[in-house]
T-cell receptor
Framework: AQSVTQLDSHVSVSEGTPVLLRCNYS??????LFWYVQHPNKGLQLLLK??????LVKGINGFEAEFKKSETSFHLTKPSAHMSDAAEYFC?????????????FGKGTKLSVKP | EAQVTQNPRYLITVTGKKLTVTCSQN?????MSWYRQDPGLGLRQIYY???????DKGDVPEGYKVSRKEKRNFPLILESPSPNQTSLYFC???????????FGPGTRLLVL
């Protein structure tokens, strides 16, 4: 069965410093992995996705993630945090059990950005 | 504009009073899904639908029903709501086989 573990429930950074949000996955198949962002009182928005093409995936708003099969990781990074990046971030794996399969969400990492 | 809409956005009800949360998408997507979001638990799938008249249970289906009579609509029905169904609910849709799901704005439900 597929699963994801977000290693930090809360990350706090200063504006202009790098962001690292950690995610480990477990999957019996070649996984499809995603990062979604949820700003306060908003719905979820796709940041980026990995579907077995390039291992370094670039997303919106300067975020990127690297798929590392040997480490079963898919960490999200950004070189320089902006105040508008403050949000909750979800690492997601597609579950290929059953028909199309559903999305399995991590428990989320809340990112705070200090001025 | 391509979007997923949900109604109502906020709802306060009492235990046992049947309610329906509607979800509609205008992208002609075959796949639709309902999730609930609870603090510290992320999103968990309730039900999903691959197409009209095709529905299946997700991870937490107990206490919920769905129907898919039209491609664009996927209502979530709580026949007898209980306080443990107090949550934030999201509807999502996508093409079958397409990786990206599009999410609605969410419905915040409080069951007293």
């Amino acid at each position: 069965a597929q699963s994801v573990t977000q290693l930090d429930s809360h990350v706090s950074v200063s504006e202009g410093t790098p962001v690292l949000l950690r995610c480990n996955y477990s999957s019996s198949y070649s996984p499809s992995l995603f990062w979604y962002v949820q700003h306060p009182n908003k719905g979820l928005q796709l940041l980026l996705k990995y579907t077995s093409a390039a291992t370094l995936v670039k997303g919106i708003n300067g975020f990127e993630a690297e798929f590392k099969k040997s480490e079963t990781s898919f960490h999200l990074t950004k070189p320089s945090a902006h105040m508008s990046d403050a949000a909750e971030y979800f690492c997601v794996v597609r579950n290929y059990g059953g028909s199309q399969g559903n999305l399995i969400f991590g428990k989320g990492t809340k990112l705070s950005v200090k001025p | 504009e391509a979007q997923v809409t949900q109604n109502p956005r906020y709802l306060i009800t009492v235990t046992g009073k049947k309610l329906t949360v509607t979800c509609s998408q205008n992208m002609n997507h075959e796949y639709m899904s309902w999730y609930r979001q609870d603090p510290g638990l992320g999103l968990r799938q309730i039900y999903y639908s691959m197409n009209v008249e095709v529905t299946d249970k997700g991870d937490v289906p107990e206490g919920y029903k769905v129907s898919r009579k039209e491609k664009r609509n996927f209502p979530l029905i709580l026949e007898s709501p209980s306080p443990n169904q107090t949550s934030l609910y999201f509807c999502a849709s996508s093409e079958v086989g397409e990786e990206t799901q599009y999410f609605g704005p969410g419905t915040r439900l409080l069951v007293l």
